[in-house]
């Protein structure tokens, strides 16, 4: 993990985490590791509520990087309630005629609340740039105002963190090929994605334009190596957990007093009854 510039250096495309060979974790050992850290995001869960803070995270990266993958295994096992995701559509015609930011505004976290966005507004410097759907003024106008809004928010309060997840070609290639062959994971590609796949030096420019320009100190991106995408979900959930301040409080005690009598079955009346 590195906050310098991605270089998508070639790595062994085999070092993908899936049985634990050739340097990748295995099943076993992740689900161990990622129940440990589980209980920390909990924890964080638990402070946010007590203290009412506020945190977004801006999961980015080429498709098939990880991205939805990680933001499920931060959000897994907190309350839907105050964890939220969000993964925006093609905007409206309506949209399209908005201030740029103004569709992502009314996703911003309220007390106590965690927003994960899986993509964010920085579509803009990313496939819209590199697919032709803006125009290079209009993504130069973006990494103008990007780190002018994001000011705006952490001077607000909100704790604002950002991560770029790095892949090389080889595996994005795997993991396209394994999604065409299955049947439900096909969703996940589009024929954008497919488009995409062809202008992979295109959007690693796009990539370095933006980091130059929106990485400052109030909102710095973090780049995580998601060759090995285990890996990388440790990788993640472990700096962030580290990069929030001291986050413990008391927890709720609940005592369960005895029932007071024997357990009772669910009767239904006819005609409803259980499948």
């Known amino acids: 993990m590195s906050?310098?510039?991605?270089?998508?250096?070639?790595?062994?495309?085999?070092?993908?985490?899936?049985n634990g060979k050739n340097g990748g974790i295995g099943k076993a050992e992740?689900?161990?590791?990622?129940?440990?850290?589980?209980?920390?995001?909990?924890?964080?869960?638990?402070?946010?509520?007590?203290?009412?803070k506020r945190l977004m995270v801006l999961v980015e990266g080429r498709d098939t990087a990880g991205k939805g993958g990680v933001i499920s295994a931060i959000a897994g096992s907190l309350n839907p309630r105050t964890t939220r995701s969000v993964a925006l559509p093609k905007p409206t015609e309506r949209e399209s005629t908005q201030w740029y930011f103004q569709r992502y505004v009314q996703h911003l976290p309220a007390a106590g609340e965690i927003v994960l966005f899986d993509r964010s507004w920085y579509n803009r410097a990313g496939v819209e740039r590199v697919m032709g759907y803006c125009t290079e003024a209009e993504t130069a106008a973006f990494l103008k105002a990007a780190p002018?809004?994001?000011?705006?928010?952490?001077?607000?309060?909100?704790?604002?963190f950002k991560y770029w997840l790095t892949v090389d070609q080889a595996l994005q290639e795997e993991r396209i090929a394994e999604r065409l062959a299955d049947p439900l994971k096909r969703w996940k590609l589009s024929p954008i994605d497919l488009q995409a796949r062809q202008r992979y030096a295109d959007y690693g420019s796009a990539r370095d334009r933006m980091l130059k320009a929106t990485h400052t100190a109030a909102a710095p991106w973090v780049l995580v190596d998601f060759n090995d995408q285990r890996r990388g979900r440790l990788a993640l959930i472990r700096h962030l957990l580290d990069a929030i301040p001291e986050h413990k409080?008391?927890?709720?005690?609940?005592?369960?007093?005895?029932?007071?009598?024997?357990?009772?079955?669910?009767?239904?009346?006819?005609?409803?009854?259980?499948?």
């Not at 906050?3 to 250096?9: A, L, Q």
């Not at 609940?254 to 009854?273: M, N, S, T, W, Y």
């Open 3 to 18: 906050k310098s510039k991605d270089k998508d250096s070639k790595k062994d495309s085999s070092k993908n985490g899936k």
């Open 30 to 52: 992740y689900l161990e590791k990622l129940s440990a850290l589980e209980l920390e995001l909990n924890a964080v869960a638990r402070w946010l509520q007590h203290t009412g």
């Open 148 to 160: 002018v809004f994001e000011q705006m928010l952490v001077d607000d309060g909100i704790m604002l």
């Open 249 to 275: 409080v008391p927890e709720q005690q609940i005592e369960v007093p005895p029932l007071g009598h024997d357990p009772q079955v669910e009767r239904l009346k006819a005609p409803f009854k259980p499948i």
